[in-house]
């Protein structure tokens, strides 16, 4: 089993960039596509972005050319690249780590971590 810690996130003004970082612990990483979701206060959580063990990445359409995620199973990280800003960014974004058998949105969790873009 995986257990994943978020750092990264703070406050922003519209248009700047933060970068989230998930570090992982457990075995066999490799096995696990790697991504985040988000929650903002009265919303359900959503997709943001995933990447799998052979690179392979999606994005929800909402932050396509703006944030970019990426791993690495050496260092067991996962992080989000995030760009251009906006305020419907603002959200508590979560690191999750799902084996690649199973659909999303299973798999484990991390404690999330709050970013907060200010116009």
């Known amino acids: 089993q995986v257990q994943l810690v978020e750092s990264g996130g703070g406050l922003v003004q519209a248009g700047e960039s933060l970068r989230l970082s998930c570090a992982a612990s457990?075995?066999?990483?490799?096995?696990?596509?790697l991504g985040w979701y988000r929650q903002a206060p009265g919303k359900e959580r959503e997709f943001v972005a995933v990447?799998?063990?052979?690179?392979?990445?999606n994005y929800a359409d909402s932050v396509k050319g703006r944030f970019t995620i990426s791993r690495n199973d050496v260092k067991r990280t996962v992080d989000l690249q995030m760009n251009s800003l906006k305020p419907e960014d603002t959200a508590t974004y979560y690191c999750?780590?799902?084996?690649?058998?199973?659909?999303?949105?299973?798999?484990?969790w991390g404690q999330g971590t709050q970013v907060t873009v200010s116009a």
């Open positions: 999750n780590a799902r084996p690649r058998w199973l659909n999303p949105p299973a798999g484990q």
């Open positions: 457990g075995r066999n990483l490799s096995l696990y596509v």
């Open positions: 990447i799998a063990s052979s690179g392979s990445r």
